[in-house]
Every structure is written in structure tokens, then in C-alpha cells.
């Protein structure tokens, strides 16, 4: 393991350790230290070791470890366009109380207004599904086959 005055993560932060942001010039051993600066290509996040490589049409991407292993849907190219949350035309409301009994307690929750799903998500959104019960595969994990991961460059 090399010095922290050697360390490639100091040229980010003019000469401090973005990691323990502190000045940490003659410390050496540390598990962060690289030589190479890695930059997630979808969240912009400083990847410090190791990361993840896809390849895409042919071209091979960085990614961090949130964006490979975490939720898949915060990294698609499809989260961008969702309608349930931005469509101005439609009147109502995202969410909606439900009450639901539990034995002798009445238990209040919120959940997606169905109205709401039925004008925007059920009018093709690809991360919708349309089976016995309607859900979307952002709130679900993803699994959808419609996933395009979103690279920055």
C-alpha cells in the first residue's frame, strides 16, 4: 500500500482526502489508496477501488457498486420519463390513505392513487405491468426487459 501523499484521491479535493476529508500526507496502509481515478458513468460517484465493467454495443463502462448491484431502476434511462410523477394533465393526486383492518386495529396507509396509475403508467409505460395486480417495477426491484442503464458520456 502506497502514502496518502501519493494517492490520486487527493487531486480531487486540492490536496485533501475526500474520503476521511482530512490532510493526511505521510499516512500509509490505507484501503483506499489508488493510483487511478474511477468515475462511476452513471451517478458521476468517485469509484475508489475496483468497480464494475458492462459492456454496451461494444463499448465497455465503469460503474459503482450501487449502480451494478443496487437498484437497477435508479440507472435506467426510463426513470427520467415517468409520467406517474411528472404529468401535469392528469388531476390526481399520486398517492391515496388506504385503511385496512388487522384484527381489532384499523391500520392507515399510503399507496399509488390507482386512478392516477390508470391514466398515466397503463398508457405504455415500460415499467409498468399489466397483470392480475398492477404494479410498477421501479417500486419492485426492476425486471422489467426495458432496463437501458443511463451512462453519462
Not at 490520486?8 to 505521510?26: H, I, Q, S, T
Not at 477501488?49 to 460503474?63: A, S
Not at 437498484?71 to 426510463?78: L, V
Request: charged share 20%; glycine share 10%.
Amino acid at each position: 500500500m502506497g502514502k496518502c501523499g501519493d494517492c490520486a484521491l487527493k487531486a480531487l479535493k486540492n490536496g485533501m482526502c475526500p474520503v476521511f476529508n482530512a490532510n493526511m500526507e505521510g499516512e500509509s496502509g490505507c484501503p483506499y489508496f489508488t493510483t487511478e481515478i474511477h468515475i462511476c458513468e452513471i451517478c458521476g460517484n468517485l469509484i475508489p477501488k475496483g468497480g464494475y465493467i458492462q459492456e454496451e454495443d461494444g463499448v465497455f463502462h465503469l460503474m459503482c457498486g450501487d449502480c451494478a448491484t443496487g437498484h437497477p431502476c435508479k440507472s435506467c434511462k426510463e426513470v427520467r420519463n415517468c409520467r406517474f410523477e411528472t404529468d401535469q394533465d392528469c388531476q390526481e393526486p399520486p398517492y391515496v390513505m388506504v385503511q385496512q383492518r388487522q384484527g381489532n386495529m384499523v391500520v392507515q396507509t399510503q399507496t399509488l392513487n390507482p386512478k392516477r396509475v390508470q391514466a398515466t403508467c397503463a398508457q405504455g409505460c415500460p415499467c409498468y405491468h399489466n397483470g392480475e395486480d398492477f404494479y410498477c417495477w421501479k417500486q419492485t426491484g426492476c425486471g422489467c426487459n426495458n432496463h437501458k442503464n443511463n451512462w453519462r458520456n
